[in-house]
Each structure stands twice: as structure tokens, then as C-alpha cells.
């Protein structure tokens, strides 16, 4: 592997120790308005409440070179304090919410049971209520504002597809890190997945800041060229529609075919025809079975 260019210039704590001030967040928020995330100085000094100008240089300079540049033309946004105020709007760190659950049309991949949609802690929670079928996903807060609660599972299926394609080009969503992805099979239940022992799931592990996800085998293969199409002959347009018709979340859509290492066998339905996709241990396309 060659050597990164890349270097922690500064102490996590040192940055984030930056943003504890009202009035530095202000700095941000101000700028974040601007066009181009850009002002002068006068501009930004008139934006923010404080009249001192001493404090306001105080913390401007706390600021600068970590979460705001210093050019010519002005006071502008580093990709730093982009990504700061993207967070704070995302609302992970300032929303709550708490809501009732909301019915699907779809029923249980699992039993065919009722399943809901349930929204709390920052976790989006599918479960049934005829079997212990239950998972769930991160998902921040700011993703569900101005989203009437019927609408929130639709809008929860568009973040996880987004989230999906991020995982499939190995890009972790947490850090934007390499991940790597890998089957495993729960020996035991954990929280977010609920009896499915002995059914493979795909794991994706960052190899930078170590953040993790499971999901089932089905969805990271529906952007497969012969899955896409298998549907599409078939009216199906995997794009639209629920994402969980497509899980694989039992043993009849998920054959292990060997485990050192795995190597394991997805089958899709639809208007009565399967369609069987073989892959490996890192999710790679080994085979496919046409009907």
C-alpha cells in the first residue's frame, strides 16, 4: 500500500474544543448564508452580535485556517466548516423527535406478518408484529424535516438507496474512509438485527475510522446490470417501489453454498421466474443463473 500524503495536522479534541462558543458558531452560520460561503470582514462583523471587535477577532481567529480561510477577498468556509454546518443541519447533534408508528403496505419480508415503521434514538425501525423480525438503520433527524410522519418510511427507503450506493463504491458514511465489505453470519442477536441466525448478511467495515453496517445480501445486488434487467423485462422497476421487496432476509432468498470462504447464493423472484447471483465473501458477482 503506498504511503498517504495525509496527516493529522490537528488534535480531534483541539478542533472540536473550537465550536464551543455561541459566537464562533454564529461566524459559521453567517458565512454558511453568504454566497459561496464567502464575506468581507465588515460583512461578517455585521452579521454576528458581538460589537466588540476584539472578541469578535478573538474568535474569528480560533476559527480561521481549522473552519474558515483568510483570503484577499475575504472570510470564506473551508470544506471543514462545510461539512460542520451540514451537521449541524442534518440535526444529528440539535433534533429530537418522537412519533407513533406508522403501518407499511408491504407486508413482513420475513412472515408476512404487519409491519411498521418506528422513529426514535436517530434510528429509522422497521419491526413486525407477528414475529421478533425487527431492523434498523441511522438516520438523521434533518432528513425527516417538513416530512409528514405517513410519508417518513418513502423518505427513509430514498436516504438508505443514497447510503447503499455510497457503501457499493466503498465510501464510508460516517468518515468518507475506505470500506471494505465482507459476509458474516449472526451467531447471536444484536441490536438492529434480530433473528436472522444463520441467514448471511454483507457487512461493510471502514478500514479508517472502523464505523460499521449490516444489511441483508438483496439490496447492495439490485444495481447489478443483470438483476436491473432481470426486473425490468419483468415490468420492475427497481428504482421504484418498496426497498424491502427486494431484501433477503430468509433462507429461501439466501443459500450458503460455502463458508471458507463464503460463498453464497442470492436468488430474486418475479412474475414467477428466479433469477440466482453467486458471490464471494467481498459481495463480488461470481455467477448468475438466468431463467
Not at 34 to 57: I, K, M
Not at 241 to 256: M, P
Not at 270 to 279: F, I, Q, Y
Request: glycine share 6%.
Amino acid at each position: 500500500m503506498k504511503e498517504s500524503p495525509f496527516e493529522e495536522a490537528v488534535d480531534p479534541d483541539e478542533a472540536f474544543a473550537v465550536l464551543s462558543d455561541d459566537n464562533r458558531i454564529a461566524i459559521l452560520r453567517a458565512l454558511w448564508e453568504r454566497d459561496e460561503y464567502s464575506a468581507s470582514f465588515s460583512d461578517l462583523h455585521d452579521a454576528v452580535d458581538v460589537e466588540d471587535s476584539g472578541q469578535f477577532n478573538y474568535h474569528l481567529g480560533k476559527l480561521t485556517d481549522l473552519f474558515v480561510r483568510k483570503s484577499e477577498d475575504g472570510y470564506h468556509l473551508t470544506a471543514a466548516g462545510i461539512r460542520i454546518l451540514g451537521a449541524i443541519h442534518g440535526g444529528a447533534y440539535t433534533m429530537a423527535a418522537s412519533m407513533d408508528p406508522v403501518d407499511l403496505d408491504e407486508p413482513c419480508p420475513s412472515c408476512g406478518g404487519h409491519w411498521q415503521f418506528h422513529y426514535e434514538d436517530e434510528f429509522a425501525r422497521l419491526e413486525c408484529e407477528s414475529c421478533p423480525m425487527m431492523i434498523q438503520y441511522p438516520v438523521p433527524p434533518g432528513t425527516f424535516v417538513g416530512v409528514p410522519p405517513a410519508e417518513m418510511p418513502a423518505r427513509t427507503e430514498r436516504y438508505l438507496r443514497t447510503l447503499l450506493e455510497q457503501l457499493r463504491n466503498d465510501v464510508c458514511p460516517y468518515c468518507e474512509g475506505e470500506t471494505e465489505s465482507r459476509i458474516v453470519v449472526v451467531e447471536e442477536p444484536s441490536e438492529g438485527i434480530r433473528e436472522l441466525q444463520s441467514i448471511p448478511l454483507v457487512r461493510y467495515n471502514c478500514t479508517r475510522c472502523a464505523g460499521e453496517l449490516t444489511t441483508d445480501l438483496g439490496t447492495p445486488l439490485l444495481a447489478e446490470p443483470p438483476v436491473v434487467s432481470f426486473f425490468y423485462d419483468r415490468s420492475v422497476d427497481v428504482r421504484e417501489g418498496s426497498l424491502w421487496q427486494f431484501s433477503a432476509f430468509d433462507e429461501q432468498r439466501t443459500a450458503i453454498e460455502a463458508t471458507d470462504p463464503y460463498r453464497v447464493q442470492v436468488v430474486f423472484e418475479a412474475d414467477g421466474d428466479e433469477l440466482s447471483v453467486t458471490v464471494n465473501e467481498s459481495m463480488e458477482v461470481l455467477a448468475i443463473e438466468e431463467p
